[in-house]
């Protein structure tokens, strides 16, 4: 069994949580809350290994020229506004 002092403010938070119906307990706030740090963690572990790959990459010479690359973000995310008033 894992207890946890989490100090003022988390406890008023955690306890407000459960109070206003969001949550059934404190336990349950916690599990979702540990949950979150984990999805959080491994889509950072993922970003930072994706990271090396792709310097690894660039370090081997394997890039794009500036213009390429900025015609490809184009493509992928075109401008909402095309009139270039926003």
């Known amino acids: 069994m894992i207890r946890a002092e989490l100090g003022e403010s988390l406890e008023a938070y955690v306890l407000e949580l459960v109070r206003t119906g969001q949550f ?4 349950e706030v916690l599990k979702a809350a540990v949950a979150l740090l984990q999805q959080r963690e491994q889509a950072l572990s993922s970003f930072d290994a994706d990271l090396r790959r792709r310097l690894a990459s660039a370090d081997q010479g394997q890039t794009l020229p500036a213009e ?8 992928q995310f075109p401008d909402p506004d095309p009139s270039g008033t926003a």
């Not at 059934?24 to 336990?27: C, L, Q, R, Y």
């Open 24 to 27: 059934g307990s404190e336990n």
């Open 68 to 75: 390429e690359a900025f015609a490809a973000l184009r493509r």
